[in-house]
């Protein structure tokens, strides 16, 4: 473990560097709310293109996710959008599937160094990114095209339709299946958070598609699971000195104030809308990352490119990441303005005819 710590390098910080943070934060607190994923897919991204290791920013990315993840499910618990009880039951295969995570991320850090866990971690981003923003995007788009009446899928039906004892009923998601067809969802969510801070890539989609959990509920219960598993896995990084605390204050910032605006977005957008986020966000990430991967590969002496070309992909992979965090700001604070206007507009003359009577 001593010459692992010894491997990794804390960068230093700039005035320019705690602003990106700050924003980073922001921004990621404000999807976290928004889509219930944790927000990490833009924190640990924007962490790397300052040039924190791929082992430092996971590890100090998910220590900043359990305080901002209880602000996010005490929210949402108060517009009645968190089952409690799903929660607790996925978050115990989840801090299974974090410890197994952390487990395969210090042995590729010991076989590969610093550029091998990087690569590890890009790769790793570029593919759940394409597959499961791809999907859910698409998925969005059909539900936007059903004017947002969600249907239950093939897979969530069939699993409920399986009597395998035990039986659980969660009364706010309004489903009843077998608490055996919940551990590979909430292992997959613990293993995937480990590997890139990124569970509720499998979490969020995994409730809604296999456990047949509205999208809504979905995204404000995995802040629950996000809460529990970061805070044991915190723990585990700690203990092998990869937790930047710096990073970890600075983010923490900018995300609780992000999370509590992301929150009160989805009390009025359309459920369709909290896809389109996730996936156009998602596929932004997925260019970022997926231009970073050449230098890593350079570093292990697996491909051989001019440092100028590096220099540009480098620039473009940090470049895709602003956008990216743009584009996430604008769709959720424009579409929650948006909705909250025309709800306003709505309620205020039903409001007045009340007062009238």
Known sequence: MHDLQQA?????????????????????????????????????????????????????????????????????????????????????????????????????????????????????????????????????????????????????RKLQAINLPPMIHFKRANVRISVWF???????????????????FVGVPGMIYVLGVSGFVASATELVIAFVMGLGGSINWAMHGMVDIRLTLIILAGSLLGVQLGAIGTTYVKEHMIKSVMGTIMLIVAVSRALAVPEYLGQLNLI????????????????SMCIALLVGAVIILGATFKARREFLRIEQPQTAAVANS
Do not use: E
């Open 8 to 156: 990794v390098q804390f960068i230093d910080l700039s005035a320019v560097s705690v602003i990106f943070l700050f924003v980073v934060g922001f921004i990621g607190g404000l999807v976290s709310g928004f889509i219930g994923s944790g927000g990490a897919f833009v924190l640990t991204p924007g962490m790397m293109s300052l040039g924190v290791s791929g082992t430092v920013a996971v590890a100090s990315n998910m220590c900043h996710k359990f305080p901002k993840a209880m602000v996010g499910a005490f929210k949402r618990y108060k517009y009645g959008q968190v089952d409690i009880k799903l929660g607790l039951i996925m978050a115990a295969s989840a801090v299974v599937g974090v410890q197994v995570g952390i487990r395969i991320q210090n042995l590729v850090l010991a076989a590969w160094g610093q550029a091998g866990s990087n690569l590890y971690v890009s790769l790793s981003f570029v593919l759940v990114l394409i597959v499961v923003g791809g999907y859910v995007f698409y998925d969005a788009w059909k539900s936007r095209k059903s004017q947002g009446m969600d249907a239950v899928s093939f897979i969530a």
């Open 182 to 200: 919940t551990i590979p969802v909430g292992f997959a969510t613990g293993m995937l958070a480990a590997t890139i801070a990124v569970g509720g």
């Open 304 to 319: 051989t490119m001019s440092p100028t070309t590096i220099s540009w992909l480098k620039n473009l992979s940090f470049i």
